[in-house]
Antibody
Framework: QITLKESGPTLVKPTQTLTLTCTFS??????????VGWIRQPPGKALEWLAV???????RYRPSLKSRLTITKDASKNQVVLTMTNMDPVDTATYYC??????????????WGQGTLVTVSS | SSELTQDPAVSVALGQTVRITCQGD??????ANWYQQKPGQAPVLVIY???NRPSGIPDRFSGSSSGDTASLTITGAQAEDEADYYC???????????FGGGTKLTVL
């Protein structure tokens, strides 16, 4: 049974750096083909993909946020960490981590964490 | 990265069939996947790949694709299907992930 859970601060101040941790179970990030992604959702708005890290440490970022994002993994701890620098009120959102599958021409997120709401305010 | 375009809102009468569409260049190469999201909940994968349903997803949900447009069809919509639906795929460069803007489905 695959589960993921996000943790981190619920409130950050503008210009601060956000660090979120995704702790997962039921799979190994050392297994070929496995990935973990981060997706966020501002209140009342659409899902927005942020980043993904693969079993081989390959990392991909949303182009518009690439300079602000860093994704890392600790496979031994079953954790993936996302950092986002220079936070702004527009970054207020629920942040989700999710298990990513690649299969042929399919690329999808089949298990999601519950999400964590991060508010950016002074 | 490329974009995926969805109609903002769609409605369907209870028990009728509804199609939700997703359009984008990346869909000429990659399959669309579909997620259902109810208020206050995390998204749930309902269709992936060519037309696959995860365990536990009712068979009234199905997916199809033609050219640059993918569709999620709900045959015999139920009240509990009222939700936001998002499509996603890899983008055309295969380096990134894209989500559509979401479609709010109302079951009348």
């Amino acid at each position: 049974q695959i589960t993921l859970k996000e943790s981190g601060p619920t409130l950050v101040k503008p210009t601060q750096t956000l660090t979120l941790t995704c702790t997962f179970s039921g799979f190994s990030l050392s297994t070929s083909g496995v990935g973990v992604g981060w997706i966020r959702q501002p209140p009342g708005k659409a899902l927005e993909w942020l980043a993904v890290i693969n079993w081989n440490d390959d990392k991909r970022y949303r182009p518009s946020l690439k300079s602000r994002l860093t994704i890392t993994k600790d496979a031994s701890k079953n954790q993936v960490v996302l950092t986002m620098t220079n936070m702004d009120p527009v970054d207020t959102a629920t942040y989700y981590c999710a298990h990513r599958v690649v299969s042929g021409w399919s690329y999808y997120f089949d298990y999601w964490g519950q999400g964590t709401l991060v508010t950016v305010s002074s | 990265s490329s974009e995926l375009t969805q109609d903002p809102a769609v409605s369907v009468a209870l028990g009728q069939t509804v199609r939700i569409t997703c359009q984008g260049d990346s869909l000429r190469t990659y399959y669309a996947n579909w997620y259902q999201q109810k208020p206050g909940q995390a998204p749930v994968l309902v269709i992936y790949g060519k037309n696959n349903r995860p365990s536990g997803i009712p068979d009234r949900f199905s997916g199809s694709s033609s050219g640059d447009t993918a569709s999620l069809t709900i045959t015999g919509a139920q009240a509990e299907d009222e939700a936001d639906y998002y499509c996603n795929s890899r983008d055309s460069s295969a380096n990134h992930v894209v989500f559509g803007g979401g479609t709010k489905l109302t079951v009348l």
